[in-house]
């Protein structure tokens, strides 16, 4: 997972939502479970996308999102996709930013057929390695990422 | 794991007319030094036999008729008509000793032992060769492992003493002008590039091939130069040198390793784990003494035995001299009156012929021990269990034990963790014959699929089309079985060099490694390049090439940690087993008193493959490692990724983290520096299929290979305890 070495952000959010999640849509996958890993990793993409940009505002102690999504996805005891999205988003940034490119996602997570189950399944079990899918995939949309320590990045409201 | 080649030289020997059709695997040099040391009645002979064959490598072909073919190679005839007379006059022999190998002319000297009375069967060998000396030794006892260890020493020490005589006798009978052959040394090597007018004529063959053979004494080494044409050397492993030590002399494992070849491994004919049969030099040259080998085996018997701490005699009773008397038989091999000849298969069988005569004896017994039947004039002294046995004896079948012990296995019970004063306050218990115990010796078996033998090259002078079809059958001859020996004491020597470099293999005429309790520490060393046993071996023997499986004799009993293992005679739960060196092989190893395992190649890659993923996972708390969790977590179904995640968990030290962090950021940089170490790609989805193949691999691991953890431990555990307690 390479880090990127521009340290300043090239899209906004809203677009670098929209590129992420169309990459996990495009995902390539060989495996038997690639629409459940799809629509796992756009769960994530939407609990990522929606948390605020003022977490990663503070000098003093940084913010790891990527450890917290971990955390708290397995601790939850919610049983959708969607249960789930809104149950760790609520924990890890309350006050969640909202964009238009998380309007279809969000749409998508909130079934409960099979693949959803499935997807659900997945977040629970192997909840860091998908963690690590998302993270790829957003780091390369947004060519940049706030989590980054070195990041300097101080987003504003107006992005949001 | 890399695939082992051998290439000892050509093959020397083919039958070609009628319908035979086959070839021997036997190469030239051990062909012309096994004729020599059988064959020959004096120095003249000797040296003679060495060069008799020198033109085979030529591979000159000539079609007699349909279906018949002759091997032009004889020196003094044909197109090497001249080097007799030149190499006769520098070995100092009679010119025609050589060049009537096959053909009797009466006016010219002849050998007083032909081929045909050293190799009696040309094809498959049935018989010893009809006038060849042969001593064996018998030990009348089933293959049991309480008595390994003592039957590897008494082979060992017999195939010593026998070569050390004939090494003797060599170097005062083999002297050229005055000088002592001490080596024997063949070069091979191919030229091509060389054109021949159609049809050959001698004296082009003679020019351009056959006068740049050579044959001369190099200070005390007898060098054989050959040069074989061919028509293309690409891809075609051919040149090699091979020396032959002929002092008696322990050679270094790098000598074996590279083409030397020692004495007592040129006169071992056939070994097991119960007989030993050597060839030995004309009665001109050596002669048997078999009151005398006798007693020097049993001298040479105890040194080793000595060595290895185990006890031979005890309150004035010499049980290695009990032993002999009984079970032991050192003789030479018999010409049988009636059919005056001398079945290979039959001969080997001599230690259940004896085993026979002791069931049939009135006085006979059976081992409790072992199940040997035996006689014997000694009665055990009276021992107590608490004398034999530990306190954590597990073999509770064997208590009661009073008489009817087999001399052999009676070491096993005079060298029980208390005896002669052991396991008393400051005396180390005995463990010579307990707990860890490794025994891989060379076998007399090989296996090959005779449809590999395909000719991968037509020699250039091969006008007759001898190599033109595919060849019928391979035949085995004793010299076959000297091959086959050749080379599985070359993958143990390759072993041994492994662990201890420059040592001497701890049985070296044996060719065997032996180890005990004491060096439970090198058994574990060793058990990770066992994997060399699971691989492809290849024999070079232009013109052919073919995959054959070498087999080894094979015991291994390793200690995990389990401290009193060496107290619990867990020596009497495993048998000895011979097993092959291929990719399908299996090796039986005694985890310890309860478990045993069959390992095989799968077994011990995907061992190897999740080692290798530990050593990425240093943390440690108190006494949890995070390799030993994650191992643990993967093999219970969860994914390698989340297993590091929660195996860091686990064992990181939480105060020594830095003030910003958590113990869920410094866990999930663990999980993500070993994703990115094992399955970061370019491609965001080609990684996670690679995690994906991973974890698969893993979930599996358990349901495949139950026993893996005990593997991974045997093989890498450096804390894994061997001491007694």
């Given amino acids: 997972m390479t880090q990127p070495q521009d340290k300043k952000p090239k899209k906004p959010l809203e677009q670098t939502l929209a590129e992420a999640l169309q990459a996990a849509k ?10 459940a890993v799809r629509l796992a990793v756009q769960t994530l993409l939407l609990i990522r996308g929606g948390m605020n940009p003022d977490l990663f505002a503070k000098q003093d102690r940084k913010f790891n999102p990527y ?36 309007g279809l996602p969000a749409e998508e997570i909130y079934r409960s057929d099979e693949l959803g189950q499935q997807a659900m399944t997945l977040l629970k079990e192997e909840t860091t390695p ?12 947004r060519g940049f990422d706030e989590a980054d320590s070195a990041s300097g990045e101080s987003p504003t409201p107006s992005e949001a | 794991m890399s695939p082992i080649a051998f290439n000892f030289g050509p093959i020397a020997r083919t039958a070609a007319g009628g ?111 009809s006038k060849v000396n042969y001593l064996q030794l018998s030990i009348a006892a089933e293959p049991a492992l309480a008595t390994a260890l003592v039957r590897a020493a008494i082979a060992d020490a017999f195939i010593e003493v026998v070569t050390r005589k004939v090494a003797a006798a060599l170097q005062k009978a083999l002297r050229l002008k005055g000088f002592p052959i001490e080596r024997v040394r063949f070069e091979f090597k191919s030229v091509y590039g060389r054109s021949f007018s159609s049809p050959f004529n001698d004296s082009e063959i003679w020019d351009k091939v056959g006068k740049h053979f050579d044959v001369r004494l190099d200070g005390t080494t007898f060098v054989m130069e050959h040069v074989t044409p061919l028509s293309d050397t690409t891809g075609i492993p051919f040149d090699t040198v091979f020396t032959a030590d002929l002092t008696g002399k322990l050679l270094t494992l790098e000598e074996l390793i590279n083409n030397t070849i020692s004495l007592s491994e040129l006169l071992v004919l056939y070994q097991d784990s119960r007989t030993i049969i050597i060839a030995v030099p004309q009665s001109q040259i050596y002669t048997i003494d078999q009151v005398k080998l006798t007693q020097e085996t049993i001298a040479a018997t105890r040194k080793r035995l000595n060595d290895f701490d185990v006890l031979t005699a005890v309150k004035g009773v010499d049980y290695l001299q009990v032993a002999f008397k009984s079970q032991v038989e050192i003789r030479k091999v018999p010409v049988e009156e009636i059919e005056k000849k001398r079945p290979l298969e039959k001969i ?70 208390n005896s002669d004063g052991a396991g008393k306050t400051g005396v180390p218990k005995r463990a010579s014959l307990r707990g860890s115990f490794m025994l891989l010796a060379p076998a007399s078996h090989v296996a090959f699929d005779e449809g590999q033998a395909q000719a991968i090259d037509r020699p250039l002078l091969d006008q007759g089309g001898r190599f033109a079809n595919t060849l019928s059958r391979i035949t085995t001859t004793t010299q076959e079985f000297t091959l086959f020996q050749q080379m599985s004491r070359r993958i143990i020597a390759n072993l041994w060099q492994s662990i201890a470099p420059g040592e001497p293999l701890p049985l070296p005429y044996l060719g065997a490694i032996a ?43 390793t200690a995990l940690t389990d401290q009193k293992h060496a107290g619990k005679h867990t020596l009497l739960k495993t048998t000895p087993r011979v097993v092959t060196v291929e990719p399908r092989s299996t090796l039986p190893l005694l985890i310890d008193d309860k478990v045993q395992i069959n390992v095989t190649a799968e077994l011990f890659e995907r061992a190897e493959m999740l080692y290798r993923l530990m050593l990425s996972l240093p943390r440690q708390k108190r006494k949890i490692r995070q390799s030993d969790l994650w191992l643990k977590l993967i093999l219970n179904s969860s994914d390698p990724i989340t297993a590091v995640f929660e195996s860091a968990q686990a064992t990181i030290d939480s105060k020594k983290l830095p003030k910003n962090s958590s113990m869920e950021h410094a866990a999930f940089r663990d999980a993500e520096s070993f994703w990115l170490q094992y399955f970061d790609t370019d491609s965001p989805a080609q990684s996670w299929d690679a995690y994906e193949r991973q974890r698969l691999e893993t979930s ?9 953890m005990l593997l991974i431990r045997a093989l890498h555990d450096p804390d894994t305890k061997g001491s007694l307690p």
């Fill in chain 1, 26 to 35: 495009d995902l390539d996958l060989q495996s038997s479970r690639a629409d």
């Fill in chain 1, 67 to 102: 450890p917290a999504l971990v955390k708290y996805i397995r601790a939850s005891n919610t049983e959708t996709l969607g249960a789930l999205a809104d149950d760790v988003l609520r924990n890890i940034s309350p006050e969640f930013i909202t964009l238009r490119s998380l």
């Fill in chain 1, 130 to 141: 998908l963690v690590m899918l998302m993270k790829r995939l957003y780091q390369e949309a």
């Fill in chain 2, 19 to 129: 319908r035979d059709d086959t070839i021997n695997l036997a190469s030239l040099p051990l062909h012309v030094l096994l004729n020599a040391l059988t064959a020959a009645t004096s120095a003249e002979e000797f040296i003679a036999w060495l060069w008799h064959d020198l033109y085979k490598p030529a591979f000159q072909w000539a079609k007699k008729n349909d279906n018949d073919f002759s091997w032009l190679h004889i020196p003094g005839i044909g197109a090497f008509q001249t080097a007799e007379k030149i190499f006769a006059a520098r070995t100092g022999i009679r010119e025609g000793l050589v060049s009537t190998h096959h053909f009797k002319i009466k006016s010219l000297p002849r050998f007083q032992v032909q081929e045909w009375q050293v190799m009696s069967d040309q094809g498959d060998q049935v018989n010893l060769g």
């Fill in chain 2, 348 to 417: 080997v069988l001599r230690p259940s012929e004896l085993m026979t005569e002791a069931r049939n004896d009135p006085s006979g017994q059976i081992c409790r021990l072992t199940g040997t039947p035996f006689t014997s004039s000694l009665i055990p002294s009276p021992t107590s269990l608490s004398d034999l046995f530990s306190s954590s004896f597990v073999d509770t079948e064997f208590t009661g034990l009073v008489g009817d012990i087999s001399p052999l296995a009676h070491f096993y019970l005079l060298n029980s963790p």
């Fill in chain 2, 515 to 557: 180890l005990t309790h004491k060096q439970a520490q090198s058994i574990k060393l060793l058990l990770p390049k066992l994997k060399q046993v699971f691989t492809d071996v290849t024999l070079h023997v232009y013109p052919f090439e073919i995959t054959v499986r070498p087999a080894i004799e094979v015991v291994i009993e």
């Fill in chain 2, 700 to 708: 599996t691991t358990l349901e495949q290979f139950p026993a893996i």
